[in-house]
């Protein structure tokens, strides 16, 4: 690496690095950006919806250019036992405005082609290099140390993902606690265009974005996922940490149950499996936000737990983008001030307070908590099916009302908690 000073230096080439290259290069300053895989997408993973304005902001209609796989017309939530689904389907119809849209992508190739915007600019990316280190002189971060080499800057933004050594050595985060974190395991399953739009009912670019809740997870905290790709599927489920030491099941088993299901299997005979991923998932909502500045330094994207989870909705790209852009706003403020000292960028804590990372974070503060109820995952699916059970079977004895119907699928669980988890759930949201 080179032994000169650079105006900024961003650690992790993902959604938040990249964002933070495209602005600050845009802006005229020299900036680096060292990503420890081979490429920007090579280590990144997510489910696969982009919620698009906040890219948007940055690059009008950023979807005609950047290979998104479909824009997602159709929603589908399944609450799941063993054996049975019951789900939900919705079908918007309306054309939606581009910053309303969202995008089913995969990040080996979206990645990619957003460091490449970054570096037509003229970011300058270092690839398969892992930053071990900071350098930090009277309390202020000055640069980076990578192996026995050393690299100065001005300021550095770290943008290294949900498990960010970097913040915690530079005293901004904690370790993550289990409960704080998921582990998230997905499978890319090729089955050809056709394929994918016989089976989903989709035309032309039109996209699916399907979540489930209950047997998937094996009732631990979490959920499954399906997104349609232009020719593939990605499949996979998201479960809390602090719960898979008390299940039966490992994560690998409940992926290979929730493919076996009758609901998943024949959407998926045939294919072939073409990525196997993990990743860890910060969700700890607005509590586990770490300290987000100091001297020299601002934290972006996953590594600030900058991720909403609330059930039918997962969302971290679209906050990765807007805190990499408000971080490197701040140092483009910083950098005409000659001035990179805490007090002023405080402007990134104050930016991100008026904008919709930090008010939706606000907003569902309260959700996590709500989702440690394991009835969610299990009582509920349950009771759902049960009464989609009693209400489709006709079996020659004499009919009972729908209510005895609604009454004995909702005894399972006892009608004072279901009003009391109901009330809790509409409070969170
Ligand atoms: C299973 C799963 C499903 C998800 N589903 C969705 C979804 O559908 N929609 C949504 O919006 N969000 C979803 N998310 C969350 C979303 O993927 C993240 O919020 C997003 O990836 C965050 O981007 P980032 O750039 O902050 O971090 P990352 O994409 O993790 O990028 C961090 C980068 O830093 C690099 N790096 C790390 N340490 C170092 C180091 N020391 N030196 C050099 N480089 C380093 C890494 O290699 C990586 O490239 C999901 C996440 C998972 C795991």
New binding site residues.
């Given amino acids: 690496m080179s032994e000169e000073k650079f105006d900024a230096i961003i ?7 990249s964002t933070a290259a495209y602005v600050l290069a845009g802006a005229g300053m020299e900036v680096v950006v ?4 081979d490429y ?1 997408g090579s ?9 698009g304005h906040s890219l948007e902001k940055l690059i009008p209609n950023f979807a005609s250019a950047a290979p998104i796989e479909r824009k997602v017309t159709k929603e589908r939530i399944s609450l799941m036992t063993d054996r049975a689904a019951t789900t939900l389907d919705y079908l918007s119809g309306e054309s939606a405005a581009l910053e309303q849209s969202s995008y089913v992508v995969l990040r080996a190739k979206f990645d990619r082609w957003l460091a490449e915007q970054a570096e037509n600019r003229g970011a300058m990316f270092i690839y398969g ?3 071990d280190d900071l350098i930090i002189h009277n309390g202020k971060v000055c640069g980076i140390v990578a192996g026995d080499e050393r690299m100065e800057a001005d300021v550095v933004i770290l ?4 498990n960010s ?2 913040a915690q050595k530079a005293g901004l985060k904690q370790e993550l606690s289990p409960d704080q974190v998921a582990v ?1 395991v ?1 499978e890319i399953i090729e089955l050809g265009e056709k394929q994918i739009q016989d089976r989903f009912n989709l035309t032309d670019d039109d996209g699916l974005a399907w979540l489930f809740a209950g047997s998937c997870t094996g009732g631990t905290i979490g959920g499954g ?1 399906l997104y349609t790709n232009r020719t593939s599927i990605s499949l ?1 489920i ?1 479960t809390t940490v602090a719960d898979i030491g008390f299940s039966d099941k490992s994560v690998p088993a409940m992926l290979d149950d929730f493919k076996n299901h009758d609901l998943i299997r024949p959407l998926i005979k045939g294919g072939t499996l073409t990525e196997y991923s993990a ?3 910060p969700e700890g909502g607005l509590k586990s936000i770490p300290v987000l500045y100091r001297d020299g330094v601002l934290v ?4 600030a737990n900058f ?1 909403i989870n609330i059930g039918y909705m ?7 983008i807007e805190s990499g852009r408000l971080a490197a706003e701040t140092v483009i403020q910083a950098k005409e001030r000659q001035d990179y000292s805490a007090n002023t960028l405080s402007a990134y804590q104050k930016a991100l307070d008026q904008s919709f990372v930090l008010k939706d974070l606000k907003r569902y503060r309260n959700f996590p908590a709500f989702m440690e109820n394991h009835r969610i995952y299990n009582d509920y699916p349950a009771m759902v099916n049960t009464l989609m059970h009693d209400l489709f079977v006709v079996d020659g004895h004499e009919s009972v009302t729908l209510l005895s119907k609604v009454r004995k699928s909702v005894k399972r669980v006892g009608i004072l908690r279901l009003l009391k988890d109901a009330f809790k759930g509409v409070r969170a949201l």
């Avoid at 650690?11 to 690095?17: F, S």
């Avoid at 060292?34 to 895989?37: C, L, S, T």
């Avoid at 997962?314 to 990765?320: E, I, K, P, S, Y």
């Fill in positions: 650690v992790g080439g993902g959604l938040a690095g060292v990503e420890r895989g920007s280590k990144n993973m997510t489910g696969g919806r982009l919620y290099v892992r930053v943008a290294d993902g949900v050594l970097l998230g997905k996922f996979g998201v990743h860890l998932v972006t994207g996953d590594a991720v997962v969302r971290g790209m679209d906050l990765a």
